[in-house]
């Protein structure tokens, strides 16, 4: 009997001794599978943000002829970016960028304190997550539209229901504004690169893509081009009533203006509108081959209204080469506003250039759309209401040539590993 007692008793301390055993180890392999299923959902984010910084990286260096400092930059932003937006941001982590300008890409590396728990007290085992991501370009992004403002909010602004799609070039805002960059309310932003000196407005799905922030200022390429001479007057206060008329090459003093249906058509050459503006209104048309415009003086600038019709391409040489409007800039007064209204400015060849003024296309204008190339290059860049306006920039198929700092060939970047 006593031996009976016995054995039942050891039987139930074997029972509790298995029980703990297999309690234990269940608790063990769902602390080793949690702590897996957190380190590769860390693994994941951190992988992302590796392929993010690696592909703006590359774009920032084919852009700035690859600096290392720049796509540095870039990528570090885009990493930090990234990593705030999980549940791993306290987390210490080093980045690492090479640029490699034979190969055309950019490395990323990233390592980070793991957040497991577990499995971190295992021997041998590291307690580090790190990812990395290689991303190349096949060539030199060019630049075809830049807001120079330095400070301003919105100086790069895309409202209602517009949209601005830049074929093959790259986007820049020069602002150090937290909202230097803004598309809101239904507008679309679609370019190779949207870059901002700040930061930007609007939700993710606005740009295509997303912008990256903090990006270096981007020079004014165009501003050691000489502005052209001011000869004299050809014609003063000039108002063009119906019919067609032809126009020579020269300086209008006080401006051109146009009443009713006009046709105006435009001998090859610089036009320069001297203290006045070019005010083209009506169901006009305003049309020319190689011709380029120069704004000077008092209240120089211009305004395309709603019915009018614009064909224009740039001068394939000399001073206004490539250029189709060029602000003085020189003028000390207040920023002026250069407008766009027309139905149709689909034939626009060369660079709208004002320095200090602000560009402001509105209503339902087509620009850019029948264009080889274009580009905008403006102290600000107000798009709202409605525009639809399409860069394109297939120089190689234009005999206007594109200014130094503006061209490049057509970068794309992809992950290469």
Same mark, same amino acid.
């Given at each position: 009997?006593?031996?009976?007692?016995?054995?039942?008793?050891?039987?139930?301390?074997?029972?509790?001794?298995?029980?703990?055993?297999?309690?234990?180890?269940?608790?063990?392999?769902?602390?080793?599978?949690?702590?897996?299923?957190?380190?590769?959902?860390?693994?994941?984010?951190?992988?992302?943000?590796?392929?993010?910084?690696?592909?703006?990286?590359?774009?920032?260096?084919?852009?700035?002829?690859?600096?290392? +400092?720049?796509? &540095?930059?870039?990528?570090?932003?885009?990493?930090?970016?990234?990593?705030?937006?999980?549940?791993?941001?306290?987390? /210490?982590?080093?980045?690492?960028?090479?640029?490699?300008?034979?190969?055309?890409?950019?490395?990323?590396?990233?390592?980070?304190?793991?957040?497991?728990?577990?499995?971190?007290?295992?021997?041998?085992?590291? /307690?580090?997550?790190?990812?990395?991501?290689?991303?190349?370009?096949?060539?030199?992004?060019?630049?075809?539209?830049?807001?120079?403002?330095?400070?301003?909010?919105?100086?790069?602004?895309?409202?209602?229901?517009?949209?601005?799609?830049?074929?093959?070039?790259?986007?820049?805002?020069?602002?150090?504004?937290?909202?230097?960059?803004?598309?809101?309310?239904?507008?679309?932003?679609?370019?190779?690169?949207?870059?901002?000196?700040?930061?930007?407005?609007?939700?993710?799905?606005?740009?295509?893509?997303?912008?990256?922030?903090?990006?270096?200022?981007?020079?004014?390429?165009?501003?050691? +081009?000489?502005?052209?001479?001011?000869?004299?007057?050809?014609?003063?206060?000039?108002?063009?009533?119906?019919?067609?008329?032809?126009?020579?090459?020269?300086?209008?003093?006080?401006?051109?203006?146009?009443?009713?249906?006009?046709?105006?058509?435009?001998?090859?050459?610089?036009?320069?509108?001297?203290?006045?503006?070019?005010?083209?209104?009506?169901?006009?048309?305003?049309?020319?081959?190689?011709? &380029?415009?120069?704004?000077?003086?008092?209240?120089?600038?211009?305004?395309?209204?709603?019915?009018?019709?614009?064909?224009?391409?740039? /001068? +394939?040489?000399?001073?206004?080469?490539?250029?189709?409007?060029?602000?003085?800039?020189?003028?000390?007064?207040?920023?002026?506003?250069?407008?766009?209204?027309?139905?149709?400015?689909?034939?626009?060849?060369?660079?709208?250039?004002?320095?200090?003024?602000?560009?402001?296309?509105?209503?339902?204008?087509?620009?850019?759309?029948?264009?080889?190339?274009?580009?905008?290059?403006?102290?600000?860049?107000?798009?709202?209401?409605?525009?639809?306006?399409?860069?394109?920039?297939?120089?190689?198929?234009?005999?206007?040539?594109?200014?130094?700092?503006?061209?490049?060939?057509?970068?794309?970047?992809?992950?290469?590993?």
């Amino acid at each position: 009997m006593r031996s009976a007692r016995n054995f039942a008793g050891n039987n139930s301390g074997n029972i509790a001794i298995t029980s703990a055993f297999s309690l234990m180890m269940l608790m063990t392999a769902g602390a080793v599978s949690i702590d897996y299923s957190v380190m590769y959902n860390q693994s994941s984010r951190l992988q992302e943000a590796a392929d993010h910084a690696a592909l703006s990286a590359v774009k920032e260096a084919a852009l700035e002829g690859w600096k290392g +400092r720049s796509a &540095g930059q870039v990528a570090s932003l885009m990493i930090s970016t990234k990593l705030a937006n999980t549940r791993y941001a306290t987390l /210490p982590y080093k980045e690492a960028v090479t640029v490699n300008a034979n190969a055309n890409s950019v490395t990323v590396e990233i390592k980070q304190k793991t957040a497991g728990y577990f499995l971190d007290s295992l021997p041998n085992r590291s /307690p580090y997550v790190t990812a990395s991501a290689t991303a190349r370009a096949t060539g030199r992004t060019s630049v075809c539209i830049i807001a120079l403002h330095p400070s301003d909010s919105n100086a790069l602004s895309i409202v209602g229901k517009s949209s601005l799609t830049a074929n093959g070039c790259a986007a820049y805002s020069n602002s150090l504004s937290s909202a230097g960059m803004a598309v809101l309310k239904g507008a679309v932003m679609d370019t190779t690169l949207n870059c901002t000196a700040g930061g930007y407005k609007g939700s993710a799905g606005a740009y295509r893509p997303e912008p990256v922030t903090d990006c270096p200022v981007v020079d004014d390429p165009l501003a050691d +081009r000489a502005q052209p001479p001011v000869g004299p007057c050809v014609a003063k206060n000039l108002v063009l009533k119906g019919g067609t008329h032809t126009l020579q090459p020269g300086t209008y003093c006080g401006g051109i203006s146009t009443k009713g249906n006009v046709n105006v058509k435009l001998q090859p050459g610089v036009y320069v509108i001297k203290d006045g503006m070019l005010n083209i209104s009506g169901n006009s048309t305003f049309a020319g081959e190689n011709v &380029g415009f120069f704004f000077t003086g008092e209240e120089a600038t211009f305004t395309f209204n709603t019915a009018t019709t614009l064909s224009l391409t740039a /001068p +394939r040489s000399g001073d206004l080469a490539g250029i189709l409007f060029f602000e003085d800039r020189d003028e000390d007064d207040d920023e002026r506003d250069f407008i766009i209204k027309s139905k149709d400015a689909q034939r626009m060849v060369g660079t709208i250039y004002l320095k200090r003024g602000r560009l402001a296309v509105s209503k339902e204008s087509k620009y850019g759309q029948r264009s080889e190339w274009s580009a905008i290059i403006a102290n600000r860049i107000d798009i709202a209401n409605g525009p639809d306006l399409q860069i394109n920039s297939n120089y190689a198929a234009s005999k206007v040539p594109a200014p130094a700092g503006i061209t490049g060939k057509n970068a794309r970047s992809y992950l290469s590993n």
